[in-house]
Antibody, heavy 127, light 107 residues
C-alpha cells in the first residue's frame, strides 16, 4: 500500500524559499503513469492545488503561483519536491503531497483524482 | 482556469438526515469532478471521482451526480462520522481547482 510523507522546515523567513520533499513508500513512483501533486491549506481556509509533476518531469502549476513554484522528482530516492520562492505570510499553511491517479469512469474514459495523501506538514512564514 | 463554486458554504444537519451539496463550474467539464471529505488534523479522503464513481472502501450512503457545469454530492443518511468539510475538485483541465468547501455541522 503506497504511503506518502512530507518533510521539510516548519519555519521559513519572509522572502526566502520554502522547500518540501514528499517520500513515497510501499511502491515505486516509476511504476504506473501517475502524477504527483502538492496541495496546501492556510488556517481557516480551503484547499488550494499548487501543482503536479510526473516521473518524466512534466509539470502543471497553479496559475497564481506559477512564477514562484518549481517542482522536481528524484525517482532513485522515490521522492518529489516543492520549491516556493519569495514567500510571505500568505504562504503559511499546511502542505500536503498526494498521488494524482487515473481511473476508469463513465463513457469508458480515464479521469484524474487524488487518491493517496500524506498527513500534511505545517509551514509558517515568519521572521 | 476553471472556477468552482460550492453551495452552501456550511449546513447543520442531524444524524439520519439526507444531505445535498452542490458544486458549479465556470465552464462545461464533462464529468471530471471529484469529491473529498476533510476532517481537522487529517488528510483529505477521496469519496467520489468522475462525478459518480464511488472510490473503493467508501460507504454507499455517499453518491454523486451531474455533468457539464452542475454537480451534486448526496449523503443519504448522515452518520456521526460524516461531520466534516467536503470539497469538490475539477480535473478536466489543468490547473486543477477546488471549490471553497462545505462544512457539515451537527444540528
Amino acid at each position: 500500500q503506497v504511503q506518502l510523507q512530507e518533510s521539510g522546515p516548519g519555519l521559513v523567513k519572509p522572502s526566502q524559499t520554502l522547500s518540501l520533499t514528499c517520500t513515497v513508500s510501499g511502491g515505486s513512483m516509476s511504476r504506473g503513469s501517475y502524477y504527483w501533486s502538492w496541495i496546501r491549506q492556510p488556517a481557516g481556509k480551503g484547499l488550494e492545488w499548487i501543482g503536479r509533476i510526473n516521473t518524466r518531469g512534466s509539470t502543471n502549476y497553479n496559475s497564481a503561483l506559477k512564477s514562484r513554484v518549481l517542482m522536481s522528482v528524484d525517482t532513485s530516492k522515490n521522492q518529489f519536491s516543492l520549491n516556493l520562492s519569495a514567500v510571505t505570510a500568505a504562504d503559511t499553511a499546511v502542505y500536503y503531497c498526494a498521488r494524482d491517479s487515473e481511473g476508469l469512469g463513465s463513457y469508458n474514459k480515464w479521469y484524474y483524482f487524488l487518491d493517496v495523501w500524506g498527513q500534511g506538514t505545517t509551514v509558517t512564514v515568519s521572521s | 482556469d476553471i472556477q468552482m463554486t460550492q453551495s452552501p458554504s456550511s449546513l447543520s444537519a442531524s444524524v439520519g438526515d439526507r444531505v445535498t451539496i452542490t458544486c458549479r463550474a465556470s465552464q462545461s467539464m464533462s464529468i471530471s469532478l471529484n469529491w473529498y471529505q476533510h476532517k481537522p488534523g487529517k488528510a483529505p479522503n477521496l469519496l467520489i471521482y468522475a462525478s459518480l464513481t464511488l472510490q473503493s472502501g467508501v460507504p454507499s450512503r455517499f453518491s454523486g451526480s451531474g455533468s457539464g457545469t452542475e454537480f451534486t454530492l448526496t449523503i443519504s443518511s448522515l452518520q456521526p462520522e460524516d461531520f466534516a468539510t467536503y470539497y469538490c475538485q475539477q480535473t478536466y483541465s489543468p490547473p486543477w481547482t477546488f471549490g471553497q468547501g462545505t462544512r457539515v455541522e451537527i444540528k
